[in-house]
């Protein structure tokens, strides 16, 4: 799982969005403060409120002052330094409600900004002691989560950071992040870690030597424990495993940081280790729940050291053995995982009697707090929502798929979770029913069909999960046989019928990627899902296409990129007939992209050459034409010197050398220079370096040690997709030796997220592709297959609209990359055969 979605799923039930309106009065800090004078500019990012004196300059870079509060003291907190910021004229932001200071903290925030709660924009170093030698008095005594990316100044809620004031950006990576200046004039990455560090040329000031020195001055053998790895990391503090100098024992610690880590009623993670400890202690002695040993605290955090447990997490089983995802499952492959998998539910079953005989509800249980040994013996873990109470309520932390709905208490919990994990299983796609508990009854019907379940199992699914009240949950792509007319017709309903032209933000709601790159873009904004509809034949709407145009005028795109930036915007107004707004977008961009080395289609050169050979045949336009060419040159001297792949898996058709093999293809076309199918041949076959074969005989992207990928952002079916329109060009090309094993990983009958960048549509996509120029029995059974199982992830929205939920399956998602407008696009492409399920493909079809 992601863990930055969870941020973005507090604002709405249905939609990620961040927590930038407040809900009422009390919801909003603004209104409990004095108001500025006249002389003060005040304007809203996202969730901050910022405020500076309209005759303060700030300069690019510095020292910057976090203050960090509780949800008890903020209010307090933020109105001392409110009133010392408004009185020193010093420009600042504050996050404007306490739900979102909440969101913040929450065990699964982002380490690196967890606990500020203001920011403070010093002139210079002399004014930076000033404001802390004076804030550290006046918010003396006061408490807040320790600022994991600062430097603490004294022992209260001040820290500081040595960072960018005005946002700038860099390419590390592939990737644009944040920026600040070297002393040479360039720039570099604005580190943000999870850890204080500090650019190298920057000299500590004297005011913060105190504070270095006893950040340094920290005694290792203040923890009795060698601390050997660790095994996982939240906001709310780490997971060890450790050696215990007493005796030599190996342990787990377990780490919680005092006011971090909140749950929804924010309670904070020490609480809850402490329930943990009490917990386990009332459990001692049964077989399968670790044995909890001391409770300690070491500087201002508290550790429990309990028994190491042998197994891997539940998830980890299932990935490894669930037939669904293979290429052509057995009955006697299917019919053995059954067996195993219902053996180990029955199991945890027994174990959960014996917790309850102890009078504990678990209140946690899900996939990733079984563990199973070698021997498939099962243990719980993580008992920190664990309760005694027979009337406990629902805890306030829970996994999504697997939380009951309200109203369920004590052992009732339990018994949800336990039928969730039954359902899960099998068919792993719990979240959904969160946004259509109606399509439960699918869902067992699924299962049932397709695994020989003990009798009754299908029921004892039912009779714990089946809501009491949902509304039917059935969309046209939940029919036996789809009228695609009416599939069509409903996914652009929903994509209408979520529109918000009323924001400034967004348009349409998409993946969380919004809220980082902007809502115009055309992976995830208002671009991709406006080309969605068009190409698709499904309208033109001219309102909507106005909101971009105002949009990009107002923000202009901070990046050049093709899915992430001005170029892939620009191409979808040019096509929609707006040439003087996609002239501006490309002028705007021509100093980003002379900065740009990423070769990828999404963010880097080889997108931003397609679209400029685009606007060169639409405007017969020599000089677009030669930049291409160039970006081409450039490109075909990189691969030559392409570092030989990593850890993390890149290749594919978002940031790997499929991208450039794209883009060589078509400058063929445009030179009849079949040198550029040599090249393409040969960026193609730079991913499938990547590649390896796994166990079921198919071919995926490596993406660590233990994960192989088949998407089409990163994966095979990226690609194969790029494969596809080399083959057409050029069919003895010597990486199409490998398709059909790129293909073959492409076949397997489940997939978590419906999406085309990492998801069913993208599989879809590129055997559509495959079949559409060889005709093969085995394709056509996938690709139908693909389709008919479009309806798992089917849920109604608006009137007969059609919506889906985007990555992680927390939300539904409009955007082309992750949600409803990539769907279209896929089946239009897919049916219609024409196969421009993005743009620059299927050109010679």
């Known amino acids: 799982m992601d863990l930055r979605y969870e941020a973005f799923c507090f604002a709405d039930p249905l939609f990620f969005d961040e927590q930038h309106r407040p809900s009422g009065l009390h919801d909003d800090y603004a209104a409990l403060l004095s108001e500025p004078e006249k002389d003060w500019i005040e304007s809203t990012l996202g969730t901050w409120r910022m405020l500076r004196p309209n005759d303060v ?123 600040i200046q070297g002393p040479d004039g360039a720039l570099v990455p604005d580190k943000r870690g999870a850890s204080f560090s500090l650019p190298d040329w920057v000299k500590v000031p004297d005011c913060l030597s105190a504070s270095l020195n006893a950040r340094k001055s920290g005694d290792p053998a203040a923890l009795p424990y060698r601390v050997t790895s660790s095994l996982h990391f939240s906001n709310g503090g780490g997971v060890y495993r450790a050696v215990r100098d007493a005796d030599g024992e190996q342990v787990v610690l377990k780490e919680a940081r005092p006011h971090a880590g909140l749950d929804r009623d924010g309670t904070d993670a020490v609480a809850r280790l402490r329930r943990e400890s009490d917990i386990l202690r009332r459990l001692a002695d049964i077989d399968g729940i670790p044995t909890a040993h001391e409770l300690f605290q070491v500087w201002e955090h508290t550790f429990l050291d309990m028994d190491l447990v042998p197994g891997i997490p539940l998830g980890s089983w299932l990935a490894r053995r669930y037939p669904l995802t293979r290429q052509h499952p057995d009955e006697h492959e299917i019919a053995d995982y059954t067996d195993r998998a219902v053996a180990l539910l029955e199991k945890v079953e027994r174990l959960m009697d014996r917790v309850h005989e102890r009078g504990v509800v678990f209140g946690d249980l899900h996939a990733l707090n079984v563990l ?169 709407y001219p309102e909507h296409e106005r909101w971009l145009v105002d949009a990009v005028r107002r923000t202009p795109p901070a990046r050049p990129g093709f899915f992430d930036g001005a170029h892939g915007i620009a191409y979808v107004l040019e096509n929609l007939g707006h040439h003087d707004e996609a002239d501006a977008l490309l002028d705007g961009a021509e100093l980003l992209v002379t900065q740009t080395r990423d070769h990828g289609f999404a963010a880097g050169l080889s997108g931003i050459a397609l ?74 076959s730079r991913d499938l370096d990547e590649c390896v074969t796994t166990d079921d005989g198919v071919l995926q992207v490596r993406d660590g040690h233990a994960r192989t990928l088949p998407y089409l952002a990163v994966g095979s079916a990226g690609i ?7 083959a057409a060009r050029h069919p003895d090309a010597s990486c199409l030796r490998r398709q059909s094993d790129l293909l073959r990983g492409c076949v397997g009958e489940f997939v978590i997220h419906p999406g085309l960048l990492f998801g069913r549509c993208g599989l879809l996509a590129a055997l559509a592709a495959a079949h559409r120029r060889a005709p093969d029995p085995i394709w056509a059974e996938a690709i139908a297959r693909h389709l008919s199982a479009l309806g798992w992830h089917a849920i109604p929205y608006g009137d007969g609209g059609i919506a889906i939920p985007g990555n992680q399956l927390l939300r539904l998602s409009m955007d082309l990359g992750t949600g409803g407008a990539g769907m279209l696009t896929t089946v239009a492409a897919t049916l219609d055969g024409h196969g421009r399920v993005l743009p620059f493909f299927g050109a010679l079809t």
């Not at 709905?405 to 949800?416: E, F, L, N």
């Not at 046209?476 to 400034?504: F, H, M, Y």
């Not at 194969?720 to 080399?726: G, M, N, R, T």
Request: proline share 6%; charged share 25%; with cysteine.
């Open 372 to 540: 199973v040994d070698e021997d498939d013996g099962v243990s719980l873990i993580d008992f920190e929502m664990a309760s005694a109470d027979d009337d406990a309520p629902r805890p306030a932390l829970g996994a999504p798929g697997f939380r009951p709905p309200k109203g369920r208490t004590g052992v009732a919990i339990d018994r949800y979770a336990l039928a969730a994990l039954k359902l899960w299983m099998f068919l792993p796609l719990n979240p959904v029913l969160e946004l259509a508990p109606g399509k439960l009854s699918g869902f067992v019907e699924v299962i049932e069909r397709r695994f020989p379940l003990p009798n009754g199992y299908g029921d004892s699914i039912r009779s714990e999960l089946s809501p009491a009240d949902a509304d039917s949950s059935a969309t046209e792509l939940d029919q036996p046989n789809p009228d695609w007319g009416v599939v069509r017709k409903g996914l652009a309903e929903a994509i209408l019928c979520s529109a918000t032209p009323e924001r400034d933000d967004r348009l349409f709601p998409g993946d969380i990627e919004q809220f980082r790159l902007g809502g115009t873009g055309f992976a995830y904004g208002a671009a991709g899902v406006l080309h969605a509809l068009d190409v698709a034949g499904t309208g033109r």
């Open 720 to 726: 194969a997709l790029v494969a596809e329109e080399l």
């Open 611 to 684: 679209n400029l050979l685009h606007f060169a045949g639409s405007r017969e336009d020599r000089e677009f034409r030669e930049h291409a060419y160039n970006l081409g040159d450039h490109l075909a001297d990189a691969l030559t010197h392409a570092l030989p792949p990593g850890e993390v898996g890149r290749a594919g058709l978002l940031d790997g050398w499929s991208g450039p093999a794209l883009l060589f293809t078509h400058l063929y076309d445009d030179t009849g220079d079949r040198g550029w199918l040599e090249l393409a041949d040969r960026a193609l």
């Open 57 to 179: 300059d700030l300069p690019d870079q510095g020292w910057k002052v976090h203050v960090s509060a509780t949800l008890d003291n903020a209010e307090r907190v933020l109105s001392t330094v409110h009133e010392y910021c408004l009185r020193e004229r010093v420009a600042f932001k504050h996050l404007h409600s306490p739900n979102a200071l909440l969101t913040r903290n929450t065990k699964y925030a982002p380490r690196s900004a967890s606990g500020k709660f203001v920011t403070i924009y010093p002139l210079d170093e002399n004014q930076l002691e000033l404001v802390l030698a004076e804030l550290s008095q006046q918010l003396r005594g006061e408490d807040g989560p320790y600022i994991l990316s600062d430097l603490r100044y004294g022992t209260g809620p001040l820290y500081v950071r040595y960072g960018g004031f005005v946002e700038r950006s860099v390419e590390l990576d592939g990737a644009r992040v944040l920026a």
